[in-house]
C-alpha cells in the first residue's frame, strides 16, 4: 500500500457529513462551512494563488491562470454526498474514513469526495513546483450535486458571464472498471460521452377511502398497483447507440473467443448485441434502453383505513435518442387508465454526446493509456446524471470519468452502504490528474 500526504487529506474531508437534502432546512450548514475551512486548510496553495470565486451556498469555483486562454479546461467534482442509511450494514464507519484492507472507508470516496481531492492534490504538487498550465485550467466544485441544486448552472453562468467558452470539461462518471462486462478480463476505462436524462414522475389515484372492513374494487392502492405493474412489464424500446457500440468495438479484442465475433462485428448486430445486453444483467441492459424504477409508495395511514390517495414515484433514465414527450407518452399509454394521474416531478432530456474523434477526447484517452496500461480506454453511455450536463450549454466536449479503478463491489457501494477506494488506486488517481494538467496543450 502506497503512502501518500493526500490519503490524510482525503481522510479529513470525508469525516465532514456535507449530506445535501432536497429540503434545505434539513441541511447542516455548518458542515459545509467546516468543509470549505478544512480545504483550504489542506490545500493553501490552491487558496493562496488561485482565483476563488464562491458559487450558491458552498460552491467553489478556482480560475488558475494559464500561459493561454483560448482553450481553458474545466475540471470538476462536488463535495456533498447522499445520506446514511442508519440500518444499512456498513463494515466500518460511514464517516470515519477509517483504512482497512488497504482502503478508505466512507461516504463520499468514490462519490465525490475522491476525486475532488485528486484533483487539487495534483494541482496543489504542481504549484509547489512553480509549473503553469499551458491553458487556463478552472475547478469547479459543486455544493449539491446530489440533489440536483443550483450550484452548477450557477457556475456555468459565471463562466458564460466571464465569456469563458472550455475546451473540454471533465466531470466524475466512469473509472477503470474490473468485471464491467462478461467475458471481457481487462479493466474498462470507460468515460462517459453524453449521460442519460433523468426525469421523475408522481403517479396518483384518489378514491373515497373509508373503513377496511367494507372494501370497494378496485380501490386506489389496487389501481396504482395495476398501473405500477403494467408499467414495469412493457419497457420502452431497446437498442444500441453509437457510443456503446465504439465501447463494444474496443473490447473486443480482449474478449473471450466466443464473443469476439459478436464485438468485433457491432455494428452489425445491433439487433443480437441489444438482447443479449439485455439478458446479461440490470447494468448490461440498462445500456440499451430508457429505464424506469418505481422508487417510493405512499397509500393509507392506518392499516385499518382505506387510502383515500395512493401515490408513487417513477424515476426515469432517458436513454439517448428518446424524449421526455416520448416518455410520457409510452407512460400514458401504457397506463392506460384516466383515473391515474400523472404529473411531472422534474424533467431533463439526454445530454448531447461529446466527440470522440477529437484532441480532447484523444488526451484523456492517452492519459489512461499512460497511468493505466492494462485498461481498454472507451467510450460510453453514462447511466447517473452529474453537474456535467449543466455545461454542455457552453461547452460540446463534456466527458465523465473518475480516475480509480473499481470493481463491481465498490461501484455497486455508490449510494448504497460498504463504499470504499483503494488507497493506492486513489494515488493512481492523484497522479492521473496531474499527468492530465501537465499534458494540455
Given at each position: 500500500?502506497?503512502?501518500?500526504?493526500?490519503?490524510?487529506?482525503?481522510?479529513?474531508?470525508?469525516?465532514?457529513?456535507?449530506?445535501?437534502?432536497?429540503?434545505?432546512?434539513?441541511?447542516?450548514?455548518?458542515a459545509?462551512?467546516?468543509?470549505?475551512a478544512?480545504?483550504?486548510?489542506?490545500?493553501?496553495?490552491?487558496?493562496?494563488?488561485?482565483e476563488?470565486?464562491?458559487?450558491?451556498?458552498?460552491?467553489?469555483?478556482?480560475?488558475?491562470?494559464?500561459?493561454?486562454?483560448?482553450?481553458?479546461?474545466?475540471?470538476?467534482?462536488?463535495?456533498?454526498?447522499?445520506?446514511?442509511?442508519d440500518?444499512?450494514?456498513?463494515?466500518?464507519?460511514?464517516f470515519?474514513?477509517?483504512?482497512?484492507?488497504?482502503?478508505?472507508?466512507?461516504?463520499?470516496?468514490?462519490?465525490?469526495k475522491?476525486?475532488?481531492v485528486?484533483v487539487?492534490?495534483?494541482?496543489?504538487t504542481?504549484?509547489?513546483?512553480?509549473?503553469?498550465?499551458?491553458?487556463?485550467?478552472?475547478?469547479?466544485?459543486?455544493?449539491?450535486?446530489?440533489?440536483s441544486?443550483?450550484?452548477?448552472?450557477?457556475?456555468?453562468?459565471?463562466?458564460?458571464?466571464r465569456?469563458?467558452?472550455?475546451?473540454?470539461v471533465?466531470?466524475?462518471?466512469?473509472?477503470?472498471?474490473?468485471?464491467?462486462?462478461?467475458?471481457?478480463?481487462?479493466?474498462?476505462?470507460?468515460?462517459?460521452?453524453t449521460?442519460?436524462?433523468?426525469?421523475?414522475?408522481?403517479?396518483?389515484?384518489d378514491?373515497?377511502?373509508?373503513?377496511?372492513?367494507t372494501?370497494?374494487?378496485?380501490?386506489?392502492?389496487?389501481?396504482?398497483?395495476?398501473?405500477?405493474?403494467?408499467?414495469?412489464?412493457?419497457?420502452?424500446?431497446?437498442?444500441?447507440?453509437?457510443?456503446?457500440?465504439?465501447?463494444?468495438?474496443?473490447?473486443a479484442?480482449?474478449?473471450?473467443?466466443?464473443l469476439?465475433?459478436?464485438?468485433?462485428?457491432?455494428?452489425r448486430?445491433?439487433?443480437v448485441?441489444?438482447?443479449?445486453?439485455?439478458?446479461?444483467?440490470?447494468?448490461?441492459?440498462?445500456?440499451?434502453?430508457?429505464?424506469?424504477?418505481?422508487?417510493?409508495?405512499?397509500?393509507?395511514?392506518?392499516?385499518n383505513?382505506?387510502?383515500?390517495?395512493?401515490?408513487?414515484?417513477?424515476?426515469?433514465?432517458?436513454m439517448?435518442?428518446?424524449?421526455?414527450?416520448?416518455v410520457?407518452?409510452h407512460?400514458?399509454?401504457?397506463?392506460a387508465?384516466?383515473q391515474?394521474?400523472?404529473?411531472?416531478v422534474?424533467?431533463?432530456?439526454?445530454?448531447?454526446?461529446?466527440?470522440?474523434?477529437?484532441?480532447?477526447?484523444?488526451?484523456?484517452?492517452?492519459t489512461?493509456?499512460?497511468?493505466?496500461?492494462?485498461?481498454?480506454?472507451?467510450?460510453?453511455?453514462?447511466m447517473?446524471?452529474?453537474?456535467?450536463?449543466?455545461?454542455?450549454?457552453?461547452?460540446?466536449?463534456?466527458?465523465?470519468?473518475?480516475?480509480?479503478?473499481?470493481?463491481?463491489?465498490?461501484?455497486?457501494?455508490?449510494?448504497?452502504?460498504?463504499?470504499?477506494?483503494?488507497?493506492?488506486?486513489?494515488?493512481?488517481?492523484?497522479?492521473?490528474?496531474?499527468?492530465?494538467?501537465e499534458?494540455?496543450?
Open positions: 500500500m502506497t503512502t501518500h500526504r493526500a490519503v490524510a487529506k482525503l481522510q479529513s474531508l470525508i469525516r465532514i457529513p456535507t449530506v445535501s437534502y432536497p429540503d434545505w432546512s434539513l441541511v447542516d450548514s455548518g459545509f462551512d467546516e468543509f470549505v478544512e480545504h483550504e486548510r489542506q490545500f493553501p496553495l490552491l487558496h493562496e494563488r488561485l476563488l470565486t464562491r458559487i450558491d451556498t458552498h460552491g467553489l469555483l478556482f480560475h488558475w491562470p494559464g500561459r493561454g486562454d483560448d482553450r481553458p479546461v474545466v475540471l470538476m467534482a462536488h463535495l456533498d454526498v447522499v445520506p446514511v442509511d440500518g444499512a450494514p456498513w463494515q466500518h464507519p460511514p470515519g474514513a477509517e483504512i482497512h484492507d488497504g482502503a478508505i472507508w466512507g461516504r463520499g470516496t468514490l462519490d465525490d475522491g476525486q475532488l485528486a487539487c492534490e495534483a494541482v496543489e504542481l504549484l509547489e513546483q512553480g509549473f503553469v498550465p499551458a491553458q487556463d485550467v478552472w475547478l469547479s466544485f459543486g455544493c449539491n450535486e446530489e440533489v441544486g443550483r450550484a452548477a448552472p450557477l457556475a456555468a453562468e459565471e463562466l458564460t458571464r465569456g469563458v467558452r472550455p475546451w473540454f471533465l466531470d466524475e462518471g466512469g473509472a477503470i472498471a474490473a468485471e464491467a462486462f462478461p467475458g471481457v478480463a481487462a479493466p474498462v476505462g470507460v468515460v462517459g460521452v449521460e442519460k436524462g433523468v426525469t421523475s414522475l408522481e403517479l396518483r389515484v378514491g373515497r377511502g373509508g373503513h377496511a372492513s372494501p370497494a374494487r378496485n380501490g386506489p392502492t389496487v389501481r396504482l398497483a395495476k398501473a405500477l405493474t403494467r408499467l414495469d412489464k412493457h419497457q420502452m424500446a431497446a437498442s444500441v447507440p453509437d457510443p456503446t457500440i465504439e465501447l463494444l468495438s474496443r473490447m479484442p480482449h474478449a473471450s473467443r466466443a469476439r465475433p459478436l464485438l468485433a462485428n457491432a455494428a448486430l445491433r439487433p448485441l441489444t438482447r443479449a445486453l439485455i439478458a446479461a444483467g440490470p447494468e448490461p441492459a440498462a445500456m440499451t434502453r430508457t429505464t424506469f424504477a418505481i422508487t417510493t409508495l405512499s397509500g393509507s395511514p392506518a392499516l383505513v382505506i387510502a383515500s390517495t395512493a401515490r408513487a414515484g417513477v424515476n426515469i433514465r432517458i439517448v435518442g428518446d424524449t421526455v414527450a416520448g410520457l407518452e407512460v400514458r399509454t401504457t397506463i387508465d384516466d391515474v394521474q400523472v404529473s411531472v422534474d424533467q431533463n432530456e439526454p445530454s448531447p454526446v461529446s466527440p470522440i474523434d477529437d484532441d480532447a477526447f484523444r488526451l484523456i484517452e492517452a489512461i493509456g499512460d497511468v493505466f496500461p492494462d485498461s481498454i480506454p472507451a467510450p460510453y453511455v453514462m447517473a446524471a452529474t453537474d456535467s450536463r449543466f455545461f454542455t450549454t457552453i461547452c460540446s466536449r463534456v466527458y465523465r470519468f473518475a480516475p480509480f479503478r473499481m470493481t463491481k463491489a465498490q461501484r455497486e457501494s455508490i449510494h448504497s452502504y460498504d463504499e470504499h477506494l483503494g488507497v493506492d488506486a486513489f494515488v493512481d488517481g492523484v497522479r492521473w490528474y496531474q499527468r492530465l494538467i499534458r494540455i496543450p
